[in-house]
């Protein structure tokens, strides 16, 4: 499975989002922003989109109304650890109420990963980011835990964050 996310317009995206209706696809934004993600086991239908491999996911996209894109830089030494940790994560933000979907994107043109997590409200994932299972997910990595020591970082981590915009 593959991800592509472009940028543009809002009235553009929205053409796009039409015109292959039978796609998967998330129109979202914020303030500034539009995106669109298309999730496919075929080909972009982007002329320059960033491209990601789906490496672990659950969920469908169909009751989210916000996402959260968790950027996280990645040396080319670290790859491997950095997957192995996600792939045998606890899983507990799956019982999380309010939560939709979890996407983790290997990037196929740079080094930053994506942890794309939907949620059915703003509100939702603030509830998370409060709960124990936050907390857990996000300790801070040490020998013991066997979690990735922080030098396969290649720089620090950033939030993108996204309301999906309503069908007309």
């Known amino acids: 499975m593959n ?10 995206l929205q053409k796009v989002k039409k ?6 696809m998330i129109l ?11 999730e496919t086991n075929g080909k972009t239908l982007f002329n320059h989109p960033r491209k990601y491999e789906v490496i672990d996911s659950f969920g469908t996209f169909e009751q989210a ?7 996280i830089p990645v040396t080319d030494e670290g790859r491997p650890l950095f997957e192995y940790r996600f792939k045998n994560r606890k ?8 939560f939709v979907a979890i996407r983790v994107l290997r990037p196929l043109l740079s080094n930053t990963y994506v ?13 998370w980011k409060e709960s124990e299972s936050f907390q857990k997910a996000h ?19 950033y939030i993108t964050t996204y309301s999906i915009a309503e069908e007309e």
């Open 19 to 24: 015109k292959y209706s039978n796609e998967n």
């Open 91 to 98: 899983r507990n933000i799956e019982n999380q109420d309010g």
């Open 3 to 12: 991800i592509f996310i472009t940028s543009g317009t809002t009235d553009y």
């Open 139 to 157: 300790n801070k990595p040490n020998a013991s835990t066997g979690a990735p020591p922080s030098d396969i970082f290649s720089g620090p981590s």
């Open 115 to 127: 942890i794309l997590t939907l949620w059915e409200s703003q509100s939702a994932f603030n509830k």
């Open 28 to 38: 979202m934004g914020d303030d500034e922003t539009s995106v669109i993600l298309h």
């Open 65 to 71: 109304k916000y996402v959260v894109m968790n950027n």
